[in-house]
């Protein structure tokens, strides 16, 4: 049954071309290590059965073991050739030696990546190896038989463990980053459910107003009626945004009655970085316009994780910069530091979610683009393109 690569070939290091390398740190090691036990192995049995050991043999055995080098990258071709050096050394030099360290791993590698239809040739293979150089078989015969093949099965049983353990490990690692994403969703769609209360609340007072100045002050009346329309419509675009992320059912969780923070309270939290240790600049361009709340929200909260994701891994010494633009069709909010600190794992601000997770729910919940990692200097950079949102259209008898 085929499974899937494992995890150490998807950390294998890249070269300075960004190539991934062809092979690892511990790949190396295990190879070096098969080739030393099975020198010792072949030594210490060439010179008890014939006297003296060949260096042929030995040269031999180191190969098969450096052979391993390959072992992620081309399996099967890897067990062939420690295959085929191990039964040229059996057959130049029958000293007894059953399987050998090279042969083990050679075979739990083919395991690990290769269906039945191919380890089980394999595994037979690796069993009646050692009885190649005999002449005739005896006792001796069958009981090194049965030591390989117990052997060999061992290996099998040790690999396809390892596989369904892996499985598992990735299963539970998907299950746990949906359900990540489903609480950032429900957190996110708390807030909108606040942003959307209030507009709610705020056209219930408006429509009060103009009920009570209908014939006292019909103008009063006119321009809260005006006011509600656009409530209104607002309401109802961050309604959809709502529906859009879902709010979770049976959330019993009380909504905070806090307002919300947004783009006028970015001065506050660059304040507090400073105040961390963290030396933050902070920088608008263009003509200031008014977002919608949501949108602010958004921009709030990526600042704020970015940040937090500074303090924590850019090293002592660096400064962040925080430059918010304006322009025609879209709000960009760059977030950067000039730190040497060791690669990101988002980690949240205290209550904030799930990091760079959740930075991507909110982006793309208003159609923007994130990008994050670091640029051609020193640093990392967040950097979020939200586009400006379309004029609503009137809607049918609407009030003018």
């Known amino acids: 049954m ?27 090691l295990v190879a070096v290590g098969a080739a030393a036990l099975d020198l010792i192995g072949f030594t210490l049995s060439s010179q008890d059965v014939q006297g003296f050991v060949p260096v042929a043999g030995c040269l031999l055995m180191t190969v098969s073991g450096l052979a391993l080098l390959a072992r992620r990258r081309a399996p099967l071709l890897t067990f062939g050739a ?23 791993v050679a075979l739990y590698s083919v395991v690990r990546v290769r269906g039945a239809a191919v380890y089980v040739p394999a ?25 390989n093949g117990a052997a060999v099965l061992f290996v099998v049983v040790a690999a396809l463990v390892m596989n369904r353990w892996q499985q598992e490990v990735e299963t539970h690692r998907r299950l746990l980053a949906e359900r990540a994403v489903a609480d950032e969703r429900r957190r996110i769609a708390r807030e909108m459910h606040d942003i959307v209360a209030h507009h709610v609340t705020t056209m219930q007072l408006m429509a009060g107003g103009a009920r009570a100045n209908l014939d006292r002050n019909p103008e009063i009346a006119r321009d809260a009626l005006v ?12 309604m959809r945004q709502l529906l859009d992320v879902l709010r979770a ?47 602010q929200l958004t921009v709030f909260r990526i600042v704020q994780e970015a940040l937090t994701n500074a ?19 879209e709000t960009v909010v760059d ?56 004029p609503l259209p009137k809607e049918e008898g609407a009030l003018r």
Request: hydrophobic share 35%; no cysteine; net charge neutral.
């Open 2 to 28: 085929p499974t899937a690569p494992t995890e150490a070939a998807a950390k294998r290091p890249t070269s300075s071309r960004g190539e991934a390398a062809p092979w690892t740190r511990n790949d190396a």
């Open 82 to 104: 420690v295959l085929a050096i191990g039964l040229a050394v059996h057959l130049s030099w029958p000293v007894g030696q059953g399987l050998n360290a090279s042969m083990i």
């Open 123 to 147: 595994v037979l293979a690796s069993a009646v190896l050692p009885l190649s150089a005999w002449a005739s078989w005896s006792q001796d015969s069958f009981l090194t038989l049965a030591g």
């Open 227 to 238: 006011t509600l329309e656009g409530l209104g419509r607002t309401a109802l675009h961050e």
């Open 249 to 295: 059912d049976g959330d019993t969780r009380e909504a905070s009655t806090a307002p919300q923070p947004g783009i006028a309270d970015l001065g506050r939290i660059v304040a507090e970085s400073n105040s961390a240790g963290l030396p933050t600049e902070f920088d608008v361009r263009g003509t200031p316009r008014q977002l919608p709340e949501g949108m």
């Open 311 to 329: 303090r924590k891994h850019a090293g002592s010494g660096a400064r962040a910069r925080v430059r918010l633009t304006y322009g025609d069709h």
């Open 335 to 390: 977030v950067r530091d000039d730190g040497e600190g060791t690669a990101r794992g988002f980690a949240s601000a205290p209550g904030s979610g799930y990091g760079l997770i959740g930075m991507r729910e909110r982006v793309a919940l208003h159609g923007g683009t994130l990008r994050t990692g670091r640029g051609e200097g020193p640093g990392y950079r967040v950097t979020a393109r939200l586009p400006l949102p379309l």
